[in-house]
């Protein structure tokens, strides 16, 4: 069985430091995991992909993922915060041969100016 | 090609109606993904299909909801009778097996009021 846990519920960074947010997956099968942003009152947007090519994924808007299965783990993270950045934030796990998508809690990320 | 497409985008309805949202996938997409999302519950998986046929409606949450998709490029999620505590936003998602084409695609839901 696959399962997604969000290690953090809310983040709150200021604009122009490092962005880290937290996501440990189960997985009975080699995972495909995602990240995907939704901004307030919108739809959900792909932000970044594991499919088991490079362990470190780059997504749009400047930011990337590292897949550690030593850790089980696939972190997001981003150099520098932009207000833009502020939204939910989930982490997804696909694997094995149902094709279904499991979707962690969320983290909503906050940032201060 | 249009991405999901979702109607209507906004759906208020009096307690007791029926309500039906549409979605149509992705043009070649075999996957088709229905969500709820409320601020309680977070994003809930309600049922998935694959070519057209359910796979899983474990997440549907009891008998007044149903869901049909006829063909490859329709589906329906059906509330009968709609309840307040239905009020949420759903979303239908649609995607491929075909890696690395895996992600799933949103449409931009459609925002449910049952007053």
């Known amino acids: 069985a696959q399962s997604v846990t969000q290690l953090d519920s809310h983040v709150s960074v200021s604009e122009g430091t490092p962005v880290l947010l937290r996501c440990n997956y189960s997985?009975?099968?080699?995972?495909?995991l995602f990240w995907y942003v939704q901004h307030p009152n919108k739809g959900l947007q792909l932000l970044l992909k594991y499919t088991s090519a490079a362990t470190l994924v780059k997504g749009i808007n400047g930011f990337e993922a590292e897949f550690k299965k030593s850790e089980t783990s696939f972190h997001l993270t981003k150099p520098s915060a932009h207000m833009s950045d502020a939204a939910e934030y989930f982490c997804v796990v696909s694997g094995g041969n149902t094709g279904k998508l499991i979707f962690g809690q969320g983290t909503t990320l906050q940032v201060k100016p | 090609d249009a991405g999901v497409i979702q109607s209507p985008r906004h759906e208020v309805t009096e307690m007791g109606q029926e309500v039906t949202l549409r979605c149509k996938p992705i043009s070649g997409h075999d996957y088709l993904f229905w969500y709820r999302q409320t601020m309680m519950r977070g994003l809930e998986l309600l049922i998935y299909f694959n070519n057209n046929v359910p796979i899983d409606d474990s997440g549907m949450p009891e008998d007044r909801f149903s869901a049909k998709m006829p063909n490859a490029s329709f589906s329906t999620l059906k509330i009968q009778p709609s309840e307040p505590r239905d009020s949420a936003v759903y979303f239908c998602?649609?995607?491929?097996?075909?890696?690395?084409?895996?992600?799933?695609?949103f449409g931009q839901g459609t925002r449910l009021t049952v007053v």
């Open positions: 998602a649609s995607s491929t097996r075909q890696i690395p084409n895996t992600e799933a695609f």
């Open positions: 997985s009975s099968y080699s995972p495909s």
